[in-house]
């Protein structure tokens, strides 16, 4: 390990001014960026796979694969004209932004009441919500199909929204608990002291100090709606109430004929949403990933 | 008069002035949306899929107490311990690869660099879009014929002709698993990298003047300082490895020859197109053993967690 001397004055993270530049080249620089080619690839094939005219699609010899000539707009104008895609967006949007506040609202009071109002048995009603957390929807989904249909809501946007909180809950309840539990204490006794009530703590003093984590929770859960699945495939029957994913898998599959480049391009709008919405929060979403493990 | 204003401004802040007499009971009312809605839409069905696996039950059709008789059906059946060998091989063998590169990208995102940021939340990317979507362009890159993998390993003249990657056995597990590292890693890599900043880094200034070497630093400060989060990370991966539906319900739906059938793809393969919502149940109920294994091991992970980090939260 030898010391270089043009990078001694950089002493701020760890001991890294110990390596020298060449090493770290190829300690730290080269893997990195082979991960991130191999992480970023299918996100530039999808893209590129979107604006690519059939002829080129599947033409090897003539066309480089990684590169397109004369991009088109044909397999968006297909999706976006001839299709429900715009009917598949609209309802993920409508069932994900539903789903996300019914959480929201449950789990600020849900948090509130565990960590700060500590009830009797809320030690264990927490450790509840985490178990709630653990239990995935591969395994709730027959059940539920036969509820859904009990309740006569099957094929609507209802049986959506009223089931993705059972994954929001949890987990934004668990995350806002964290929150709480970081806020001092004295700011509510305060409250107390001069003659607030509960209600009027919660809502004046203790969320205008949640902001990051509600907006934490918030978008998370969003993401989530908008990435579920198996409930979206099995409680859903018609074109116009599918969501984006399953729409995409279900109705641009035809047979034997693959559009590939339409397919790519529902893939690509279909992901558009939730990644423009990670890249102006990204630190709210790494925060709630790592602070949902790390709690 | 005083006694007007004070009590006439708001009724509704001495209605809840009188709830607010005893935290206990305000508790429970605040408590109770999130309580109806979870035992409505989570205990109820959990309990009801139980029954279910007790039953016959099939759509439109209200099944009966049939015992334990889809279990001892689902114990002759070959296809069922296939897909249970499926899904512990697709589950540790994703896993462990998960670990290894998430560890390996969490060390190097940790590094002093420029654009660390940059790198950091671009590495998150596959995690963020929905994992259908994703899925969809992974078909398209293992797609048999025109392969974008397939045609650069033909340019670098390492393989004669294109790689079946979904038709054959061996590769389309392989396939399948490669697909769930890929969006697996960065969770594992992002959470490590939340883990490893909360060390030191005297503790590693003070090993490196006793003269430790690059290995024994990771080996007996890092790892350390950082299992009782890789306990949890791992925990939360196994589990969302263990019950995967939608990769492998895009790529491949089961085959080739059920070779990449796993539980939860079974199940709902019985119990929607099948129509046994009975045995379907039972299929599910039965990947739930391993699952309370996995969260027996993420409690002691967690109880771990208070006297290694010394209180650090």
Not at chain 1, 97 to 125: D, H, K, M, P, Q
Not at chain 1, 211 to 219: D, F, K, Y
Not at chain 1, 266 to 288: E, K, N, Q, R, W
Not at chain 2, 172 to 196: C, E, T
Request: a neutral charge; glycine letters at 6%; hydrophobic letters at 50%.
């Amino acid at each position: 390990m030898t010391q270089s001397s043009e990078q001694m004055t950089d002493n701020s993270t760890g001991m890294s001014y110990l390596d020298s530049l060449p090493r770290r080249l190829i300690t730290v620089i080269l893997p990195l960026l082979v991960f991130v080619f191999v992480l970023l690839f299918p996100f530039y094939w999808m893209a590129i796979t979107a604006i690519k005219p059939n002829y080129q699609l599947t033409d090897y010899n003539n066309y480089s694969p990684l590169w397109v000539v004369e991009p088109t707009l044909e397999h968006i104008k297909y999706l976006l004209f001839e299709t429900s895609y715009p009917h598949w967006l609209w309802n993920t949007i409508y069932i994900s932004v539903a789903a996300t506040i019914i959480s929201l609202v449950t789990s600020v009071f849900a948090a509130y009441a565990i960590e700060r109002l500590r009830f009797n048995g809320s030690r264990w009603v927490g450790l509840g919500i985490f178990l709630a957390y653990l239990v995935p929807p591969s395994i709730l989904f027959i059940p539920l199909a036969i509820m859904i249909f009990g309740l006569g809501i099957y094929d609507t946007k209802l049986a959506l929204i009223l089931t993705y909180p059972t994954f929001l809950v949890p987990f934004s309840t668990w995350l806002l608990m964290g929150y709480f539990r970081s806020i001092p204490f004295e700011l509510e006794e305060c409250a107390l002291v001069d003659g607030a009530s509960r209600w009027q703590i919660l809502i004046k003093v203790l969320l205008p100090l949640s902001v990051p984590g509600l907006i934490s929770a918030g978008i998370f859960s969003f993401t989530l709606s908008w990435n579920e699945f198996i409930y979206a495939l099995t409680f859903i029957q018609s074109s116009e109430n599918k969501t984006v994913p399953v729409g995409v898998l279900t109705e641009l599959v035809r047979s034997d004929v693959y559009e590939w480049g339409s397919l790519m391009a529902g893939a690509l709008l279909g992901s558009l949403p939730v990644v423009i919405l990670y890249s102006f929060f990204v630190d709210y979403y790494v925060s709630s990933m790592t602070g949902a493990v790390k709690e | 008069m005083a006694n007007v204003t004070a009590t006439e401004p708001s009724p509704s802040r001495s209605f809840w002035a009188g709830i607010g007499q005893g935290r206990h009971v305000i508790g429970i009312v605040f408590m109770l949306p999130a309580a109806v809605f979870l035992l409505f839409f989570l205990t109820y069905p959990l309990g009801l899929g139980v029954w279910l696996g007790f039953t016959d039950t099939r759509i439109g059709r209200a099944g009966e107490f049939i015992g334990l008789e889809n279990y001892q059906s689902l114990m002759g059946d070959s296809l069922f311990w296939l897909v249970v060998f499926n899904t512990i091989l697709y589950t540790v063998a994703a896993s462990i690869l998960k670990f290894g590169l998430g560890l390996w990208l969490a060390l190097l995102l940790n590094e002093n660099m420029p654009f660390k940021a940059f790198f950091r939340a671009v590495v998150l990317l596959p995690w963020v879009v929905p994992t259908v979507l994703s899925a969809i362009a992974f078909w398209w890159i293992f797609d048999s014929q025109y392969s974008i993998i397939s045609w650069a390993l033909i340019k670098m003249e390492l393989i004669s002709a294109p790689i079946n990657f979904l038709g054959d056995v061996a590769n389309a597990r392989a396939s399948v698993i490669a697909a769930n590292v890929w969006r697996g890693i960065p969770f594992v890599a992002i959470s490590l990298l939340a883990g490893l900043q909360t060390i030191s880094p005297s503790l590693h200034e003070a090993a490196t003047l006793d003269g430790a070497t690059n290995w024994q630093r990771f080996r007996y400060i890092t790892l350390p300082m950082l299992s009782p989060i890789i306990a949890v990370v791992m925990t939360f991966s196994v589990l969302f490895t263990f019950t995967d539906f939608q990769l492998i319900y895009v790529l491949t739906r089961g085959g080739p020859l059920n070779s990449t059938h796993l539980m939860a793809t079974l199940s709902f393969q019985r119990a929607i197109p099948g129509g046994s919502l009975g045995e379907g149940a039972a299929i599910a109920v039965a990947m739930i053993p391993f699952l309370l294994g996995a969260i027996l091991f993420s409690y002691f992970g967690l109880q771990r967690r208070k006297w290694q980090q010394g209180g650090a939260d």
